[in-house]
Nanobody
Framework: VQLQAFGGGLVQAGGSLRLSCVAS????????IGWFRQAPGKERERVSY????????YYDDFAKGRFTISSDKAKTTMYLQMNNLKTEDTAVYYC????????????????WGQGTQVTVSS
């Protein structure tokens, strides 16, 4: 199983980025997949997740209204559209997959992708 994250970069505050996570070696519908992030000196925190079987989504409070998660089953790819980025969104973003339906907790992640750096400048 492999999760490959793409799309990070440097953007000014107020700008947008779209992260992608390509999954291979797993049955996409069997997993809840999502994003975590970790800023320097801080603990990793969850951002958002999607349950592929029914398409239900969840956003942590700081992501609501600014971030949108989606997935393309045909491409086994998950996306995170991030709009109105703030400097506090600067972090390494990780995609993750769990077999627990409808929830994504870092303690129960089955697979992690490599991180992609997002830097938001003021």
């Amino acid at each position: 199983v492999q999760l490959q994250a793409f799309g990070g970069g440097l953007v000014q505050a107020g700008g947008s980025l779209r992260l992608s996570c390509v999954a291979s070696g797993l049955t996409f519908d069997d997993y809840t997949i999502g994003w975590f992030r970790q800023a320097p000196g801080k603990e990793r925190e969850r951002v958002s997740y999607i349950t592929n079987r029914d398409g239900s989504t969840y956003y942590d409070d700081f992501a609501k209204g600014r971030f949108t998660i989606s997935s393309d089953k045909a491409k086994t790819t998950m996306y995170l559209q991030m709009n109105n980025l703030k400097t506090e969104d600067t972090a390494v973003y990780y995609c993750a997959a769990s077999t627990i339906r409808g929830a994504l907790d870092s303690d129960f992640v089955d697979y992690w992708g490599q991180g992609t750096q997002v830097t938001v400048s003021s």
